[in-house]
């Protein structure tokens, strides 16, 4: 006969896998493409006026699952982590690597989990792309605020293998969300060490939450 604690466990497990399950589905009905920059940038607004429709009024949690395929597939978030501390990424260990990128994805995700939840169809306008001379390409965009006006959201992307075109920096109103990545962490870095580095990462997450 199961205790009391295996019945739990066993209904965790269950919750579980129909998360695992529910976002698999959210990221087959998003139809993501990431074969061009405007393909993975279209993908990434559609995907986030639907998961709006869908989930906007309900839990963070339940919008992070939701989004979470479509965020880790229109972005390169390993290299997006590794570029913000590139100067001590060569001194972390394959654990310290493997924390510090986990707990940067999630506040990615998290990010626009909490930013995003009323977005509609008539919230992103398209203004045009270009090929960088690095081989990169910037598709630029705007985005309509809540009083009407628009910010300008420039994206950086670069082919990262069988994954396609994936985002590695947002400008938003000429601000490069990359740059003050690298000078925040660079600040925690130069008086802390990763750890603190990811529990300030952490914090930030749970205050989203």
Known sequence: MKSRNDRRSLVLLAGAALAAFAAALDAADLAIRTDTPEATVRSL???????????????????????????????????????????????????????????????????????????????FESTGSDVLDSGRAEVRTAIARANGEQVSLDYTLQQSGERGWQIINIIADGVSDLALKRAEYSRVLATGSIDDLIRHIEEQTAQLE
């Open 45 to 123: 607004h559609e995907g986030l006026v639907a998961v709006a429709a869908e989930h906007g009024a309900a839990p963070l949690e339940e919008r992070y699952r939701a989004l979470e395929p479509l965020i880790e597939a229109t972005h390169d978030l390993p290299y997006i982590a590794e570029f913000a501390i590139r100067r001590q990424w060569r001194e972390l260990s394959e654990e310290e690597r493997e924390r510090f990128v986990d707990a940067f994805s999630r506040l990615s995700v998290m990010t626009y989990a909490s930013r995003f939840k009323g977005v509609d169809d008539t919230s």
